[in-house]
């Protein structure tokens, strides 16, 4: 009886033990997120005035986006009041940021204008005279956190259809560009201002033109 006893009273120390010898317990809580299938394009116009320089250094940019390129009314004279034998725009050009968001398939970003039209139809003068795959904010930043893994299109004149402004390779990594449009000039020494350039006559009709300017981005 005594030896049962002593089995018994060590069988419950035992037992009493147990609780005390766990060293942890884990609960576990599911986490869910989602994440769109993204197919954005974000354009933003912003109104640049050159103070009829051919210099960007000297060039005042808007605060605030336009809606529209409004070229204002188109002069044949240069700032100093010589001929320019042509029309142009002045001071104003126009930057738009084109972002490219495709969660990562490849994208090509594109833009198509048939032209202003007006007592006739102007095809000549307007044109992309700039792109930059690595634009800065007001502050002097980039855009993009990091390096450009696509390829730029190539200035010329922006009546065009499906212009390539930017093609994303086969990262497809997001993008935010910047194509700058205007109805330039000659540039100093009797320069084309874009490839491929023909300037709008002196003896266009006179009136009001307009038209539009189409920004695509295309999966491929």
């Not at 893994?149 to 390539?164: D, I, M, Q």
């Not at 109805?183 to 009001?208: H, K, L």
Request: with cysteine.
């Amino acid at each position: 009886m005594k030896k049962i006893m002593c089995v018994l009273t060590a069988v419950m120390f035992v037992l009493a033990l147990m609780p005390f010898c766990e060293a942890s317990t884990t609960t576990t809580v599911s986490a869910t997120a989602a994440v769109i299938a993204e197919l954005n394009l974000t354009v933003s116009i912003i109104r640049v005035n050159s103070n009829n320089t051919d210099s960007y250094t000297d060039d005042m940019w808007d605060t605030a986006p336009s809606t529209s390129m409004a070229f204002g009314t188109l002069t044949h004279l240069l700032a100093d009041g010589s001929e320019a034998g042509l029309f142009f725009s002045r001071p104003y050009y126009y930057v738009a940021f084109l972002g490219g968001f495709t969660s990562g398939r490849k994208f090509k970003i594109q833009s198509t204008c048939a032209g202003l039209t007006g007592p006739t139809t102007i095809t000549k003068g307007f044109g992309v005279t700039y792109l930059d795959g690595d634009p800065k904010k007001a502050d002097g930043s980039p855009v993009n956190s990091d390096p450009m893994e696509g390829t730029l299109g190539t200035p010329g004149s922006a009546v065009a259809t499906n212009k390539l402004l930017y093609d994303s390779g086969p990262t497809g990594a997001s993008r935010v560009i910047t194509a700058y449009f205007g109805i330039p000039p000659y540039q100093a020494g009797g320069a084309d201002p874009f490839p491929g350039f023909e300037p709008i006559p002196v003896d266009t009709p006179g009136g009001s033109y307009s038209g539009n300017v189409i920004f695509t981005l295309t999966l491929y």
